[in-house]
């Protein structure tokens, strides 16, 4: 009896065990139900976020807008929150800080058949028009994965690159190599020209106006992009040394009239004086003025003494 009464015992501990261990699995289950049920989403203070549901019993479509700067924004479970910057961007070719190589330009020839090296800065917002914005996600951003700072910078070189280089293209043919390269005003003619294409060209390649200018804040008008290059510069240097001998030559040119004219001014003014004192009082008035003659004025009648240097005695 002794025997049974202990068996009985540990049935019972064991029993009690297996129903704590049951209770604690009871309670992750739970807790992971929960989890999925309560889904919580936050987006930073530069970024505008794209809910779109995912769950179970739903289609992955388009709910609702989340504002910058959200926390703990309750989603439903399985859904996603799809997040994008809303202050200002840029897209910069070749430099410092570019986006590109360090040593990238795009390549331009001009009208006179020079090929040009030319670096870009464009400057720009996200349009965060709910509309837009879902279009430009849909379209562009799921493709890319522009939500991702990788997916972002790959966006900027498959859409952007492109029609630059296609606008400048375009409109460099138009100038010649050193009107770019030396006219301030023809640069600037240049720059507005191709900024108005590549703003034509951009919308048309990724199906809307996605992109505002730098000051747009979602309340304001969307605005242009801000495009900016920097001095158009012939990939062939020696089409510089032979630019910069050249205005040498017109400068030392420049110089030599200017000397000649000097002189030419001078040679009239020799025959106006010649003329009018003839020919021995212009000498004479030259030797005066030179001060190797000394003037004396010497009274009528009288006597003049002159001093007669000593010769000096060489020691021997």
Known sequence: MAKLGTVTGNTSKGGVKGKLIGGAILVVLLIIVLANLFNFADTAANKIGLHYGGGVVEDKKFKSVIPPGATNKLIGP?????SYPIDQRSYIIGGAGADTDDADEVT???????RLGVRVQVYFTLNREQAVLQSFHERIGLKTEAFEDRGWNAMLQSYF???????????????????LYNNEAKKSAFQTAAAKEFTRLLPAAVGGDYFCGPSYTGNNACGELSFTIQKPTPLDKGIIDGLEAKQR??????????KNQQVNVELQS?????AMLGANGYLLKT????????????PQNGNVSLPVPTPQQTPR
Request: proline content about 2%; hydrophobic content about 45%; cysteine-free.
């Open 270 to 274: 020799v025959r106006q004086q010649v």
């Open 249 to 258: 030559a017109e400068l030392a040119k420049q110089a030599q009239e200017q």
């Open 287 to 298: 030797a005066i003025e030179s001060g190797k003659i000394q003037f004396m004025v010497i």
């Open 108 to 114: 331009v020839v001009s009208k006179d058949n020079v």
């Open 161 to 179: 690159r492109p029609q630059i280089d296609r606008a400048l293209v375009a409109v460099g043919t138009n100038y010649n190599w050193a009107e």
């Open 78 to 82: 399985g859904d996603t929150v799809y």
